[in-house]
């Protein structure tokens, strides 16, 4: 048996140690001053969802407004509208694209099955404020976000997206070809070009079976 | 104020077959000595009063705040009597959530049950669907799931420890060291699965993404440390006399009550029942590693804390011996589709060793998209079930220790 | 662990009049279902967990599950003769289940560290014959998990000790696991943040193209 009261002074003799230790032990010392010193974040983390665009922030959205996150996402916090041009067709781009970030519980399911890759995980983590609407509900054009910037953030899974993106582009494009050629394909109805609702869509999909009125956007033949 | 004819009631405790423990083996208090200061009684209405009991309402939220919850305590003098835990304050109807979702959008909702062991909770939902849907899990994912679900064990042992003598009055040192190295492994987490608590990292017959460059060196890094922070953790702690003074001997629970009371995880193995579904049920890939599980003699708070600290030391070995021989390989069952999971008609029941017990997830498919039945078998809800038990004749000082011990996380006790 | 044959004979043997059933598990085989009546379910509950060769003295898991009624269409297959020629013929046929609730409850040996025994009680229908026999006296662990099924899903287990609202508070009515249920829209109503988000939606973009 031991005397007693030796085993508080071996406490005591660990915290003395530790104490010690944090001025010159890195092991021991452990904190940072947050706002001046700052971590690098690893390059998995995740905060909200972000959209993703080529050129241009607007035209140059990847999002073909599929609903696919809107369904998929479990706290439903997603709302999308679809955008129509002017004889009310249908038209692949997001009208309206809200996010609610005091929802969204960071789950990364929206970005999973995303068959676009338009949709990724942004990391800033600074979002608190005092304006519940203005901040928090977070509409297309806040969401928008360059690829640069995602490659900055996420520099390994963004190249590996620009990989695959380019390699289903060149399929897409061998495909076109023998398909252009053919004539009269199938003129698409307004419902199977609102709902391509099958992640392989985006190389099954003949370009013909494009509106003649196209928008030239760098983002599209992604879709096409 | 405590007449003689104070005969606690314990009608509401028997259960039938159970013999339950009689307070009246404690040696009573002796009379307090009566100062000028004494309250004169109020004319007694209820029952209780009528013997001087006192009722006590502790909470919703101090009980050391493990999360809002109530415990209704009756004293007789200082004595428990009868102490009643309220639940229900957390409670958001997870199940119902899960029935009304996809099997894959409960996965994320899954994490916020018990909030320390994010992958754990994973691994017990993946493995219940794995086992509804007949899914087999590639060995490198295997390997995975039992790294991450080790090093939650550790983080979350630690940090119950730290709790546990945050409630003997510790405020502070032995919870930071804790939190020190809890840190480093949720960094680990943060590195591989992009959150630090909420990781929703396991996907059906698989993980969600492969391994960052660089992580198992960093693991290998982190685990070589945890020895030493055992060291010193247990120089901190073992042996102090404080400690050992308001543990031993207190909370006794036996091992028949623990089994019949569906007791699981370090609470049970502290009792001396040698039950652990690492060994039992051998999921995953447990039974290539070499692990003992540690057993207690006398069931009181003490050895549940050193049943932790042991379990600590051999999750530290199963890592070793897990980050020497990571298989490379897939990570994920390619044939698994993300959306329109169906598995067919029928019931399973997954279960596994989380670090707070046995986690278990009972899923009934229609058929369709969404589960039918979903429920979660949360251990510490029903590790709560003996509280009273545990704490009749004791102080409440003594009871809030012992509940310390229980190691519950509301989240998953109100769902 | 015996089969779950031998096991529904020997306990109809050593439980006389107990009625048991075996209910099938489509997707993992082994775990059947043993349905007890519940006038006889705590007799046969207590077989379970003192016969020597089960040992099933670890109740992991209680809850209650809530079929509506159904019709179901099953698809069977039988022998028949058609034009004289005997064929194998698929027929459908169409049964009603009635509703009712179930309590399950998840057998274990700590013991002999085998398992699981899935036993099932069922009642009579949703409405007003929905007790069956708490087990609470022959596993101590079915205590707050069938305090659970009462609260969430209306099984009254008779015998049960202290059988009140556990997760819900006490003052509440319904049941809300309950495949039927309804939430109240007014109760306890306030103003949350999304009532402002949908009124600025509606403000930013009259036209309600969602559907
Ligand atoms: S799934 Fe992708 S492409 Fe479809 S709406 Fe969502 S973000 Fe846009
Ligand atoms: S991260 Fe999860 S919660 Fe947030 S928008 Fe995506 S799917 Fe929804």
Not at chain 2, 203 to 218: I, T, Y
Not at chain 2, 356 to 362: C, P
């Amino acid at each position: 048996m031991n005397l007693p009261g030796t085993g508080i002074i071996k406490g005591m003799v660990e915290t003395a140690r530790n104490f010690v230790g944090s001025y010159h032990d890195p092991e021991r010392l452990t904190t940072i001053e947050y706002p001046e010193e700052r971590l690098t974040q690893p390059e998995n983390a995740r905060s909200f969802p972000m959209l993703i665009f080529d050129d241009d922030p607007v035209k140059g959205l990847r999002c073909v407004a599929c609903k696919i996150c809107e369904k998929e996402c479990p706290p439903q916090c997603i709302y999308i509208v679809q955008d129509r041009d002017e004889r009310g067709k249908p038209r692949k781009f997001p009208r309206i694209f809200d996010l609610d970030i005091s929802v969204c519980m960071s789950c990364q399911i929206c970005v999973e099955v995303c068959p676009f890759d338009s949709i990724k995980m942004n990391t800033e983590f600074e979002l608190s404020t005092d304006d519940r609407f203005g901040r928090l509900l977070l509409h297309r054009d806040d969401l928008a976000k360059s690829n640069e910037y995602y490659h900055q953030i996420h520099a390994t899974e963004a190249a590996e997206v620009d990989a695959r993106l380019a390699d289903e582009k060149a399929k897409a494009e061998a495909k076109a070809k023998p398909a252009a050629a053919k004539p009269a394909s199938p003129v698409p109805t307004a419902a199977k070009a609102a709902a391509p609702a099958q992640p392989a869509a985006p190389v099954k999909s003949p370009a013909a079976d494009k509106p003649a009125a196209k928008p030239a956007s760098p983002a599209e033949p992604a879709a096409a | 104020m405590r007449p003689d004819s104070a005969e606690p009631d314990l009608s509401a405790l028997s259960t039938g077959d159970l013999v339950v423990e009689s307070p009246a083996a404690v040696p009573a208090p002796p009379p307090p000595a009566t100062s000028g200061f004494e309250l004169t009684p109020k004319p007694a209405t209820a029952p209780d009063a009528d013997r001087g009991l006192l009722e006590v309402a502790i909470g919703p939220h101090h009980p050391s705040t493990h999360g809002v919850f109530r415990l209704n305590a009756v004293l007789d003098g200082e004595r428990i009597v009868r102490f009643k835990p309220v639940f229900g304050y957390l409670h958001r109807n997870h199940e119902k959530i899960g029935e009304n979702g996809t099997y894959l959008s409960a996965m994320p909702y899954t994490d916020r049950l018990d909030y320390f062991c994010s992958l754990s909770n994973n691994w017990a939902y993946a493995l219940a669907v794995e086992k509804l849907a007949g899914l087999a899990v590639p060995e490198r994912a295997d390997y995975i799931r039992i790294i991450t679900a080790e090093l939650t064990r550790i983080q979350n042992h630690a940090a119950l420890i730290g709790f546990l003598l945050q409630e003997l009055g510790a405020m502070g040192t032995p919870l930071m060291y804790a939190f020190r190295e809890r840190e480093k492994i949720l960094d680990l987490f943060e590195a591989l699965t992009g959150a630090r608590m909420m990781c929703n990292y396991l996907r059906f017959g698989g993980c969600r993404c492969d391994l960052p460059a660089g992580w198992l060196e960093e693991c290998r890094r982190v685990v070589e440390g945890l020895p030493r922070f055992f060291d010193e953790f247990e120089n901190l702690l073992s042996t102090n006399e404080i400690l050992m003074a308001r543990t031993q001997g207190i909370g006794v629970l036996p091992p028949e009550l623990a089994v019949s009371a569906g007791v699981t995880g370090p609470m049970l193995r502290a009792s001396g029942v040698n039950y652990d579904l690492r060994k039992v049920d051998r999921y995953g890939l447990y039974d290539r590693f070499e692990f003992r599980v540690p057993l207690g003699e006398h069931g009181d708070v003490y050895d549940r804390y050193m049943v932790r600290i042991l379990e600590m030391r051999e999750s530290a070995k199963i890592l070793q011996q897990a980050l020497r021989e990571v298989p490379g390989g897939p990570i994920v069952d390619p044939k698994v589709k993300l959306r329109n999971f169906r598995p067919k008609a029928g019931e399973a029941y997954g279960r596994l060793e989380s670090p707070k017990g046995e986690l278990g997830f009972y899923l009934i498919s229609d058929g369709s998209t969404n589960p039918y039945r979903y429920r979660i078998r949360p251990p510490s809800f029903i590790n709560l079930t003996i509280l009273e038990d545990m704490c009749q004749g004791l102080t409440l000082q003594d009871a809030l220790v012992i509940l310390g011990a229980v190691d519950i996380v509301m989240g998953e006790v109100d769902r | 662990m015996e089969t779950l044959d031998v096991i529904k004979t020997r306990a109809e043997a050593a439980v006389p009049g107990a009625q048991l059933a075996l209910a099938p598990n489509g997707a993992v085989p082994a775990e059947a279902s043993l349905v007890v009546d519940s006038a006889h379910a705590a007799a046969v509950a207590r077989f379970l967990r003192d016969d020597p060769q089960l040992q099933l003295d670890y109740c992991s898991n209680v809850t209650g599950v809530d079929w509506l009624e159904a019709s179901i269409k099953e698809k069977i297959k039988t022998r028949k003769l058609v034009d004289g020629v005997e064929k194998e013929v698929e027929e459908t046929v169409e049964h009603k289940r009635p509703g009712h609730l179930e309590a399950v409850y998840h057998l274990y040996s700590m013991k002999l560290k085998h398992g699981p025994l899935v036993l099932r009680q069922r009642t009579a229908n949703r409405v007003d014959q929905v007790r069956v026999a708490s087990l609470t006296p022959v596993w101590r662990s079915a205590e707050f998990q069938e305090r659970e099924a009462y609260d969430l899903f209306g099984i009254v287990f008779d015998g049960h000790p202290d059988l009140r609202r556990i997760l819900m508070w006490d003052e509440f009515q319904d049941h809300p696991m309950r495949k039927d249920y309804v939430e109240p829209d007014d109760y306890e109503y306030e103003p949350t943040a999304h009532d402002d988000v949908l009124d600025k939606a509606r403000r930013h973009y009259p036209v309600e193209e969602h559907p």
